[in-house]
Structure formats: C-alpha cells, structure tokens
C-alpha cells in the first residue's frame, strides 16, 4: 500500500520568514509526486515532480524530488499571510488508473 | 463555463437515511473522482471514473455507491448513513488521468447524527 507522510503537520510563521515542508513516501512503482495548496475549500495545483522533471519553480514557491531519499520538500520564501493554507502531497505510484495517494497535509499559517 | 459543480454544499442526514451528492462537469473531461476528507486528514478517494460507464473502487469505498452514465455526471449515493460518514466531500475532474491540475468542486459538508 503506498504511502504519504508530511511533516510538520502545522506551522506558525511571521510574514517574511522562508519555511520549508516535507514529503516523504512510500511507493510500489513511482510515477509522480504532487502537491496541491488547499485555503479553504477545494485545492488547487501547485506542481508535478517526476523523475525526468525534479525540480520545479513559480514565484516564490519551489519544489525539489530526491528520489533517492523518497522524499520531496516545498519551500515558500518571504511568505505572506495569504500564503496561509494546508499544503497537500500526494503520490501516483504507478498502474493504469493514475490513483493518488494523499498525505495528511501541513497546516501553515502566516501572521503579519 | 461552471467547471465542476457539487450539490449540496451542506447536508445533515441522521443514521440510517439514504442521500446523493451531485456531481456535475462540463468541461468534457474524462475522468472523475470522489474524495472525502475528515479534520486533519489528506484526501482519501473513494470511487473514480475513467469515463462514461466505467466506474472502479478506491481506498475507502463501504457504504457507497457511484454511477457514470453521461460523461458530465458522477453521482455518489450513500446509503444507510453512519457517523463515520461525516466528512468533506470533493468532487474532482481531470481530461486524462496524467492530468494531475484536477479541478475540483467546492465541496459538500456532510454531517451524520
């Protein structure tokens, strides 16, 4: 059974500290980790890691995969207060219906 | 364009009834899915679509049921409704399953008393 774990599960910053989250998996063949910010109600997409595309950049959010460690982190520089949300990791770990696999997410918010 | 409508966005139902959440799309898109989310848990999906006719189980798929007769549509039926059911709802679409900027609706706020 494949599997997402994300650390910490809730942060507290003041605006303008840079944080950094976690991902860490478990996968029977992996295809694709994903993360997706959720405010507050539906989420949203942020990026797609694979092994042929493992790092990724918009703005002030960016993502690397280390493959080697299984792990992913997501990293949010000069936060601002609507940067404050639960951010989502979830894994495709393989077989033809693209299933994900979601962790349990990272609460962070973002104090002026 | 509407994107992925769910219906209702709140809903209290006590045990033992029976209800549907809608589930409506109109971007054409092939796949869809049903998650739930409880309090501080991720999203666990509980049946999905790869097209019109075609439905399949995920993780946590007891006590529901889904249909796909039209490419636009995904109902999820819950029938005999127990406390464990309270939850969040999502909705969500893709074109193709390696679409991962799923769409998702705005959910639907089920509490089981």
């Known amino acids: 059974e494949d599997k997402v774990v994300q650390s910490p599960l809730s942060l507290v910053v003041h605006e303008g500290d840079t944080v950094t989250l976690n991902c860490s998996y478990e996968v029977t063949n992996f295809r694709s980790l994903l993360w997706y910010k959720q405010e507050k109600k539906a989420p949203t997409f942020l990026f797609m890691l694979?092994?042929?595309?493992i790092e990724k950049k918009s703005g002030r959010l960016s993502s690397i995969l280390d493959k080697k460690e299984l792990s992913s982190i997501l990293n949010i520089t000069a936060t601002q207060t609507g940067d404050s949300a639960i951010y989502l990791c979830?894994?495709?770990?393989?077989?033809?219906?693209?299933?994900?696999?979601f962790g349990k997410g990272t609460l962070l918010t973002v104090n002026p | 364009n509407a994107g992925v409508t769910q219906t209702p966005k709140f809903r209290i139902l006590k045990i033992g009834q029976s209800m549907t959440l809608q589930c409506t799309q109109d971007?054409?898109?092939?796949?869809m899915y049903w998650y739930r989310q409880d309090p501080g848990m991720g999203l666990k999906l509980i049946y999905y679509?790869?097209?019109?006719?075609?439905?399949d189980k995920g993780e946590v798929p007891n006590g529901y049921n889904v249909s796909r007769s039209t490419t636009e549509d995904f109902p999820l039926r819950l029938e005999l409704a127990a406390p464990s059911q309270t939850s969040v709802y999502f909705c969500?679409?893709?074109?193709?399953?390696?679409?991962?900027?799923?769409?998702f609706g705005s959910g639907t706020r089920l509490t089981v008393v």
């Open positions: 969500a679409s893709s074109l193709t399953g390696e679409d991962y900027g799923y769409t």
């Open positions: 979830a894994i495709d770990g393989g077989g033809s219906n693209y299933k994900l696999t």
């Open positions: 694979t092994s042929s595309g």
């Open positions: 679509s790869v097209g019109a006719g075609i439905t």
């Open positions: 971007m054409n898109h092939n796949y």
